[in-house]
């Protein structure tokens, strides 16, 4: 097997392991019944949390199977909520299966084949994303309440010889579960939110790589982190409580990097399915919204920033304007570029600044290339970038273009 092929082998292999792990902790449940700990619960919310964060269909399927095992009783069946139904986590687990598939394959199928499939799983991880957060955190977080309330140690028999009996049987009979879950089921929400952010940009890094073997390589991290917190969830409480909160506080410190992926990500997937491209005309007097690179960076701009460029003619500057995470206060930066072209890629376009990326352009820009020069007054005019200039040398090169410059 070509040593390209393995890591996603090896993704597979860890999605099948995962739908088997609910299974085979069943069947060595009634041991782990007996644990006491008092860390266990919060230990199985918190990876419960991280880990349906890092990949929701999957985490959401897998938590759904493990619980309708372990539903024993007609009620307890009836108590399952919707994602333990069969309905929910077959369909779920095939759409993650047929995503391994693709992964699988995306060391020989074309670019050109594959990226309308990242585009899919980008919005579908999103839409995930979305349930997850609204229905199974809430769900896990007031179960979470519940158990500390009911295992919180009653008042004193003598207390209650100091009210009335019907008053203390009132007063004993509240749930104050609610009371809790006010407070942790937002808390639970922005762990899932921060983790998810950090998760989702490796499906932002998928849209812009152009090799399928890297894909299949962040796949295989993304979902070894996932089995590695189910499998320590099983063994170890504290183990897996201590590896859900590195992960947390790793995902805090990229928090803005995945942030701004995300965004990429989003404005990529509108673009491509919308074909917004054929309805989208460039501002030649005006700004236009795009992406920046690596080329304000020393301005204090981060990569992958979203924002609006504007040329200036009367002075001759061009200024790029955006807000940090999109809502914060307005920032402004000088543009200046030396050497300056338009590279037209075979999905994304760019502004290049010599052999460094200025800005890159959502999709929306293909086949706009020549307005863009038009618009930021760019000498160096259009040129092919990426793998359509990977393209256009072998097209030349087989075709005989090269001799018959010569010859001409």
């Known amino acids: 097997m070509p040593m390209k092929r393995l890591p996603s082998w090896i993704a597979c292999a860890v999605l099948f392991a995962?739908?088997?792990?609910?299974?085979?902790?069943?069947?060595?449940s009634a041991p782990a019944a007996d644990d006491k700990s008092p860390v266990a619960p919060y230990a199985k919310a918190v990876a419960t949390v991280t880990g349906v964060a890092i990949s929701p269909l999957l985490g959401t399927g897998a938590l759904g199977v493990y619980e309708a095992w372990q539903a024993e009783t007609p009620e307890q069946k009836a108590a399952l909520p919707w994602y333990a139904q069969a309905t929910f986590f077959i369909p779920a687990l095939l759409i993650v299966g047929v995503c391994a598939a693709k992964d699988s394959l995306g060391a020989v199928v074309p670019p050109g084949l594959k990226k309308p499939l990242d585009v899919l799983e980008t919005i579908e991880n999103k839409a995930s994303g979305l349930v997850a957060a609204g229905a199974v955190v809430p769900f896990t977080m007031t179960s979470l309440s519940k158990m500390i309330v009911a295992s919180a140690p009653g008042a004193p028999a003598g207390d209650a010889l100091l009210h009335t009996g019907t008053?203390?049987?009132?007063?004993?009979?509240?749930?104050?579960?609610?009371?809790?879950?006010?407070?942790?089921?937002?808390?639970?929400?922005?762990?899932?939110?921060?983790?998810?952010?950090?998760?989702?940009?490796?499906?932002?890094?998928?849209?812009?790589?152009?090799?399928?073997?890297?894909?299949?390589?962040l796949k295989s991290a993304r979902t070894g982190l996932l089995g590695l917190i189910t499998i320590t969830a099983m063994l170890n409480p504290w183990i897996s409580a201590a590896l859900s909160l590195v992960v947390i506080l790793v995902a805090y410190l990229v928090a803005g990097w995945a942030f701004r992926l995300t965004v990429f990500g989003a404005i990529f997937s509108w673009d491509f399915l919308t074909f917004r491209k054929g309805r989208f005309q460039v501002a030649e007097k005006g700004e236009n919204l795009l992406?920046?690179?690596?080329?304000?960076?020393?301005?204090?701009?981060?990569?992958?920033?979203?924002?609006?460029?504007?040329?200036?003619?009367?002075?001759?500057?061009?200024?790029?304007?955006?807000?940090?995470?999109?809502?914060?206060?307005?920032?402004?930066?000088?543009?200046?570029?030396?050497?300056?072209?338009?590279?037209?890629?075979?999905?994304?376009?760019?502004?290049?600044?010599?052999?460094?990326?200025?800005?890159?352009?959502?999709?929306?820009?293909?086949?706009?290339?020549?307005?863009?020069?038009?618009?930021?007054?760019?000498?160096?005019g259009v040129r092919d970038a990426g793998l359509l200039k990977a393209w256009s040398a072998l097209k030349e090169l087989f075709g005989g273009g090269s001799a018959r410059a010569q010859v001409a």
Do not use: C
């Open 18 to 28: 995962l739908a088997l792990a609910p299974m085979r902790a069943a069947e060595a």
């Open 167 to 217: 008053a203390t049987v009132a007063v004993g009979a509240i749930d104050w579960s609610w009371l809790l879950s006010i407070l942790t089921v937002p808390l639970g929400i922005a762990v899932f939110l921060v983790v998810w952010l950090a998760s989702h940009a490796i499906n932002a890094l998928i849209l812009l790589s152009p090799w399928g073997a890297i894909d299949a390589v």
């Open 291 to 380: 992406f920046s690179s690596n080329t304000l960076t020393k301005q204090g701009v981060p990569m992958r920033t979203y924002g609006r460029l504007r040329h200036e003619p009367e002075n001759g500057k061009i200024v790029f304007r955006y807000r940090p995470w999109l809502v914060l206060p307005e920032r402004t930066a000088d543009v200046k570029l030396s050497s300056a072209a338009v590279g037209k890629g075979l999905f994304i376009s760019s502004i290049q600044d010599g052999e460094n990326t200025a800005f890159v352009l959502p999709p929306r820009y293909r086949g706009h290339e020549d307005a863009v020069v038009r618009a930021y007054a760019i000498e160096g």
